[in-house]
Antibody
């Protein structure tokens, strides 16, 4: 059973860079059927797609966040990562990584449990 | 404001049927792109409930069903149970393959 696990600091200072990693276990990230994505959920609010990336690269970002987001993949570690620069309090959220299945209409079929990130000085 | 519009809340008594709507535009649902539904129980991550408008992943009870027509989609839950209480999110995408979610609907089982 494939599983995803987010990791990273829970507290980031305003104007600094948020960095998170998602570790894929129970399967390979190098599968042409899937994209690997990040989704966040601010407290009490809905889900917001941040972006996704293929195992060989080719990231695709939410246009509203594109100027601050970078995603990367490390196939040797079976991990993918998120960097979000110049964070503000509005970036406080639970951040989930998820797998997107291209065969089933790009649905997000497996999710990590999420990691809470607070932006505060 | 979300690209996909959902009612903020719905409620029903145990055993009843509830429907959650998801309204899009000609750029997403109306353009033929699939809608997917996720269930998020309190304190947990979202879980795929319906994919490709109407298909259930293995393990999802047939009490849950999806429907899509034009710019609208809906999720029906029959035989409502207390453990169904939580948030439900619809999701689709556009021609640029940007992913969108609805604002989420909180289901309360009375």
């Amino acid at each position: 059973q494939l599983q995803l696990q987010e990791s990273g600091p829970g507290l980031v200072k305003p104007s600094e860079t948020l960095s998170l990693t998602c570790t894929v276990s129970g399967g390979s990230i190098s599968n042409s059927r899937y994209f690997w994505g990040w989704i966040r959920q601010p407290p009490g609010k809905g889900l917001e797609w941040i972006g996704h990336i293929f195992y060989s690269g080719s990231p695709h970002y939410n246009p509203s966040l594109k100027s601050r987001v970078t995603m990367s993949v490390d196939t040797s570690k079976n991990q993918f990562s998120l960097r979000l620069t110049s964070v503000t309090a509005a970036d406080t959220a639970v951040y989930h990584c998820a797998r997107s299945d291209m065969v089933r209409g790009r649905c997000l079929d497996i999710w990590g449990q999420g990691t809470g990130v607070t932006v505060s000085s | 404001q979300s690209v996909l519009t959902q009612p903020p809340s719905v409620s029903g008594a145990p055993g009843q049927r509830v429907i959650i709507s998801c309204t899009g535009t000609s750029s997403n649902l109306g353009a033929g792109y699939d809608v997917h539904w996720y269930q998020q129980l309190p304190g947990t991550a979202p879980k795929l409930l319906i994919f490709g408008n109407k298909n259930r992943p293995s393990g999802v009870p047939d009490r849950f069903s999806g429907f899509k027509s034009g710019t609208s989609a809906s999720l029906a839950i029959t035989g409502l149970q207390a453990e169904d209480e939580g948030d439900y999110h619809c999701q689709s995408y556009d021609s640029s393959l940007n992913v969108f979610f609805g604002g989420g609907t909180k289901l309360t089982v009375l």
